[in-house]
């Protein structure tokens, strides 16, 4: 069971996430959510790469033990400068958005229906 | 170098290399960037013709990037591909026809829709990785290139819909749209690593082998097609729908519709490469086929009572997209039985695949006319318009034709492809066939509405001095009302040539597995 | 031949329906060409009609067109109206519903 704990932690992080997104009428609020599902998700990926008594996978002067999975460490990096371009593109748009109404509040919007 | 073998690459290299150069290439002047612009598209647009040629003629073609000739996909020491590899079947070579031709006639009205000083080098930057991800999406054949093909895709759409960045309801309308994608990519990252951690395989082909579907992949299916769904606008997950289609430039609007369906790519290449020999597969095809009826309904009841052209569109949008799901989903749903397959499985999964290119052509169509209107008269209400047939004649036919299109009368194209969608989905179940077709009257009303009150009509006095649109607008919606009359005319021809190799290489597992292995 | 298309249960042929279009309009046209050809300019016979309301009244926005749909319609758009909000909030929560309920049915169906 302690060896799942990495997944449960990722799994609660997805979830609180969630209830930011949904439960929260700040513009920032909701983009501090988008960056703990990002969060939650790499570190998902991460944990699942692991070996037991495992090394970094990096060659130059290696031990002779087992390394633990390169690949999810690809798809990690790669997500973590995807969600770093989204989290800066919303936050720009956070800004340009307070210049015109003057409020970060979601109820203030103007398209409905 | 031989130009067909590095086809599938340079399809998506060449016009990630012309928009990225884009803003140099402003410095040498205004024309010399329009004609760099057109001719990136046209050369893309040339290569996934060659490829088009080559794979209905000689099946599946496949390039691994980085291997030491581009068609060995498995190295020699091991059994399975680890490298990215691009596999091209019949309905990625289609859908990428329909994108790059969309996106080339929406350069060619941007032209003179955009107006100069608006930063318009970087809209066509940004159009033109537009173009570079919708192809990469549908080129590829590895669970996470998807991913960042169509994370490139959200970001560079968003950045499009908040153009006109002056206005604050096109901000609001770029913002939920970003955060619905980033939502939805993060949960498909979450399905990518379940199944990654169960089978330690990213390749579709390879997966599609070994696939064993306990209840962790159940879980990353149900993700993946709430995820696709929600990125191509089924209800109930339309709601950023029509702000975003309504708030974006006209073009890009019309560039937006075929960036959906490539959402809708997605959710069919998982479901019947990955998961059509799941036992319960008639649970996922009824899911399907009834976010394909709700978005079918609810999609034209919310676009009648509409007052803002585009929103108007954009619903209708949201109801053809329940269409195409209503097709493919009946042919899900029978896809174990062979004698219900052959006899009207295919037709419909035909029907829905050839209503995706219809849809593109005339809903593009319909957006540029729009655009037009907005263009010369300023507002987007429809309670403001009125009489501008006697200004705008040429508008007007192309939106008739458009309007005609998208109802399903003869002798446009989108009669061919309800056609064959009602006929099919009538010997699966009566009923859906019925609300259909009166989904189809219900279009004919609205699209009544809009042509009365914003080109019939006595002339307006606050609209005298409106003209015509400027020519490369009326050219391009020229070339879109001729594909619509010529599609309409001549279906046999599209159908069999192009759609049925399509359709059968989404029914058949074994060809895709065995391209790559 | 050329324009066939085959739906499996049947079949459409665009260039038939065309050609046969053609020849009715020929035919509508040579039966009006034996109608009045004569009318007043200036009277009421060049109005357009308005089912009873003066032609000054136009022109009609679009506000109130199909008014007698919207009227008889009017609590279920009230419903449908109060569903799309508008708020980023509630289109996170349909989605979380979404995937709540077809997870739910796929797990009951595969047992």
């Known amino acids: 069971m302690i060896s799942q704990f990495p997944l449960l932690a990722a799994l609660i992080l997805v979830i609180i996430g969630f209830f930011a997104i949904t439960l929260k009428k700040n513009l920032i609020k909701i983009v501090m959510g988008i960056s703990i599902i990002g969060s939650g998700v790499n570190l998902f990926l991460i944990s699942l790469g692991y070996k037991s008594a495992g090394v970094a996978p990096i060659f130059t002067n290696a031990p002779k033990l087992e390394m633990v999975l390169p690949i999810p460490q690809a798809l990690t990096l790669t997500n973590i400068v995807i969600d770093l371009a989204l989290v800066a593109f919303m936050l720009s748009l956070v800004i340009l958005l307070y210049k015109h109404y003057g409020s970060l509040d979601i109820r203030n919007r103007r398209l409905k229906g | ?517 | ?111």
């Open chain 2, 1 to 517: 170098m031989n130009l067909l073998l590095h086809a599938p690459i340079l399809a998506i290299s060449i016009p990630l290399l012309g928009g990225l150069a884009t803003p140099i290439i402003t410095k040498f002047g205004k024309r010399v960037r329009d004609s760099w612009i057109i001719l990136s598209l046209l050369f893309t647009e040339f290569l996934v013709l060659i490829l088009t040629h080559d794979i209905l003629s000689n099946g599946i073609r496949t390039y691994t990037l980085g291997a030491k000739f581009p068609t060995d996909t498995i190295p020699i020491a091991n059994f399975i591909p680890v490298r990215i590899v691009l596999e091209l079947d019949a309905f990625s070579v289609f859908m990428a026809i329909t994108s790059v031709t969309i996106a080339l006639i929406a350069s060619i009205y941007s032209l003179k829709f955009i107006k100069e000083g608006t930063a318009k080098s970087k809209y066509y930057t940004l159009l033109l990785l537009l173009t570079a991800a919708m192809v990469g999406l549908v080129f590829t054949g590895d669970l996470f290139s998807m991913f960042v093909f169509l994370e490139i895709l959200s970001i560079s759409s968003g950045v499009l819909v908040a153009f006109y960045s002056h206005k604050g309801e096109a901000l609001e309308a770029a913002f939920k749209y970003i955060v619905i994608s980033a939502v939805g990519a993060l949960m498909i990252l979450l399905a990518i690593g379940l199944l990654y951690g169960h089978y330690n395989l990213l390749n579709i082909a390879a997966l599609a082998n070994v696939l064993k579907f306990s209840f962790s992949d159940k879980v990353a299916l149900v993700l993946l097609i709430a995820a696709f769904a929600m990125k191509c606008g089924a209800v109930p997950l339309h709601m950023w729908v029509p702000d975003a289609y309504g708030e974006a430039p006209a073009p890009i609007s019309a560039v937006l519709v075929v960036a959906s369906q490539a959402g809708l790519y997605a959710l069919f290449r998982i479901s019947f490469t990955l998961f059509s020999a799941l036992p319960t597969i008639e649970i996922v095809a009824w899911s399907v086929i009834i976010l394909g009826v709700l978005s079918m309904f609810i999609g034209v009841i919310m676009a009648i009572s509409q007052k803002n052209i585009k929103r108007l569109m954009a619903y209708h949008a949201i109801s053809q997209t329940g269409y195409m799901l209503l097709g493919i989903g009946v042919g899900l749903a029978v896809i174990g039985n062979i004698n219900a397959l052959n006899s009207f499985g295919i037709t419909a999964m035909e029907g829905g695949i050839f209503h995706i290119i219809n849809h593109a052509i005339y809903k593009g169509l319909l957006f540029l006319t729009a655009g037009a209107i907005i263009y010369r008269v300023g507002t987007k209400d429809l309670n403001k318009m009125g009489g501008l047939a006697h200004k705008m004649p040429f508008t007007t036919i192309f939106f008739l034709i458009g309007a005609l299109a998208i109802t399903g009368l003869p002798p446009f194209n989108g009669f061919a492809s309800k056609l064959m969608i009602y006929e099919s989905v009538f010997r699966f179940s009566p009923l859906l066939s019925i609300i259909a077709m009166m989904v189809s009257i219900l279009t004919l009303a609205s699209f009544v509405k809009v042509f009365y009150s914003a080109f019939m009509g006595p002339k307006l006095k606050e609209h005298n001095e409106i003209r015509e649109v400027p020519k490369t607008m009326l050219i391009a919606m020229l070339v879109l009302a001729l594909l619509t009359l010529l599609v309409g005319l001549f279906p046999d021809i599209v159908v069999d040539n192009i759609i049925s190799p399509a359709a059968h290489a989404l029914v058949d597992q074994s060809k895709y597995i065995g391209g790559v292995l």
């Open chain 3, 1 to 111: 031949m050329m324009g066939l298309l085959q739906t499996g249960t049947g079949f459409w042929n665009p260039l038939v329906w065309s050609v046969s279009l053609f020849i009715i309009v020929l035919l509508v046209y040579f039966i009006r060409f034996f109608g009045e050809k004569k009318y007043k300019p200036g009277t009421e016979q060049t109005m357009p009609f308005c089912s009873g309301s003066h032609p000054s009244e136009l022109p009609i926005r679009a506000n109130s067109i199909y008014w007698g749909f919207f009227k008889a319609m009017d609590k279920h758009y009230k419903a449908l109206n109060r569903i799309h909000t508008g708020l980023l909030d509630d289109y996170v929560f349909w989605f979380i519903i979404v995937i709540v309920i077809m997870l739910t049915v796929l797990s009951i169906g595969g047992l």
